[in-house]
């Protein structure tokens, strides 16, 4: 079996879906189940014998070696990490806990469990840890993208706690030989995105009639990719990369923000046709300190390596994203209970 971390947040119930789909084999999901992780996004696989469920904090070495020695994975696929920019403005203590001292306590207690496999499966063994282009900074306008090779920049707590457990991934390899790849991904977006991320938090507020809240000048570029091509990615990193390696994954679509929150509106608007339509929601709003400028992906070497292509463009990806929220309500409006209330208050009561 394999061993996710992280398995209830957004890229990562989108992965145990497809894995399990795809009839890969079973998986045990490990997750804190912090405000980002939420069972119901796998609750289809409620009575599903190869699915299983551990809650359990990513920095408890000691829960994490009794989960690895109760499951034996042939892997670990790391998602687990706090994954919002602007929540790290207001906290960055939680983001170096779980994603610095989390993912050092996980490779602590992968290593033991690796070093213990017998020679066939130890050599078989991975530890892929899933990373974001954020931990190379930001681009000017006509700067080349970010190749594997570009030097780390981080410029937001968040960034800077991923850019160390990267880091930390790179020494379990040099230093002792652990079989690690890691990926850095682009900005993804699709079902079960957590509505504090810009896609789902303009299609929801857009749906309620609520201003679209745009930050600075809206003018900023990020590169995105449909969800379940990233977990291609992964699925093919797992299979077939090299450990040791850092595979960088894009969409090859770079949009300003402006681009993306008009997209979405006038995708509403042939879905869910409002008077007098949805682009007159947008407002523009404080700009988010240290916001970087521009993200955009250099992903050659995966193309060339492992034949790994998005299968969605940003039309269709953005098309599909809409579909499932408007088909998806309950699941959001479950979502936008509780917390989350307490974070727009917190992160945009200020900003107008
Ligand atoms: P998410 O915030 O939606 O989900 C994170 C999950 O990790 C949640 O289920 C949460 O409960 C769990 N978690 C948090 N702290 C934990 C801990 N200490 N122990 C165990 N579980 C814990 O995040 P996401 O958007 O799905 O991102 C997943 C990974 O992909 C992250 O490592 C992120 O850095 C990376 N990434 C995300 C994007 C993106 O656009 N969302 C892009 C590139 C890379
Ligand atoms: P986000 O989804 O938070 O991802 P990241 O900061 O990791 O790239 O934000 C994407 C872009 O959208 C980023 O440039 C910030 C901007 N943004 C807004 O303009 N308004 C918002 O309310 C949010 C959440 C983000």
Redesign the pocket.
């Known amino acids: 079996m394999i061993l996710v971390?992280?398995?209830?947040?957004?890229?990562?119930?989108n992965f145990v879906l497809d894995w399990l789909a795809g009839g890969g084999e079973p998986v045990v999901n490990?997750?804190?189940?912090?405000?980002?992780?939420?069972p119901a996004n796998l609750a289809s696989l409620s009575g599903d014998a190869r699915y299983r469920f551990a809650q359990?904090?990513?920095?408890d070495q000691a829960a994490m070696e009794a989960i690895l020695a109760e499951h034996r994975p042939r892997a670990i696929v790391?998602?687990?990490?706090?994954?919002?920019v602007d929540r790290s403005i207001h906290g960055p203590g939680e983001f170096v806990?779980?994603?610095v001292v989390?993912t050092f306590r996980l490779l602590e207690a992968a290593r033991g469990h690796w070093l213990a496999l017998p020679a066939a499966e130890k050599e078989a063994f991975r530890f892929l840890h899933?990373?974001?282009?954020?931990v190379y900074g930001s681009l000017s306008e006509t700067d080349p993208a970010f190749s594997e090779t570009t030097a780390y920049a981080p410029n937001s707590p968040?960034s800077a706690s991923?850019a160390g457990s990267d880091h930390l991934v790179r020494a379990y390899h040099h230093t002792y030989g652990l079989p690690t790849v890691t990926t850095?991904?682009?900005?993804?977006?699709g079902p079960y995105?957590?509505p504090e991320?810009l896609i789902p938090l303009m299609i929801a507020n857009a749906l309620e009639g609520k201003p679209l809240p745009v930050y600075g000048d809206g003018r900023q570029v990020r590169d995105w990719l449909y969800v379940g091509d990233?977990c291609e990615a992964i699925r093919m990193v797992l299979a077939r990369g090299r450990t040791g390696e850092v595979y960088n994954v894009g969409g090859n679509a770079e949009k300003r923000n402006l681009e993306v929150v008009h997209a979405l509106c006038d995708t509403l608007q042939e879905m869910r046709p409002r008077e007098g339509g949805y682009r007159g929601l947008v407002t523009y709003v404080a700009d988010r300190p240290g916001h970087d400028r521009r993200y955009a992906i250099d992903a050659r070497k995966i193309r060339a390596e492992l034949g790994w292509a998005p299968r969605e463009t940003f039309e269709s990806g953005i098309a599909r994203t809409v579909r499932w929220y408007l088909d998806n309500a309950a699941w959001v409006a479950q979502v936008r209970s509780g917390e989350y209330r307490h974070w727009i208050e917190k992160n945009y009561e200020k900003r107008a």
């Open positions: 971390t992280g398995g209830a947040g957004f890229i990562g119930s490990v997750d804190k189940l912090t405000y980002a992780g939420n359990a904090d990513i920095g790391h998602f687990a990490a706090e994954s919002h806990q779980t994603n989390g899933v990373s974001t282009d954020e968040y991923k850095n991904c682009s900005n993804n977006y995105q957590f991320k990233h």
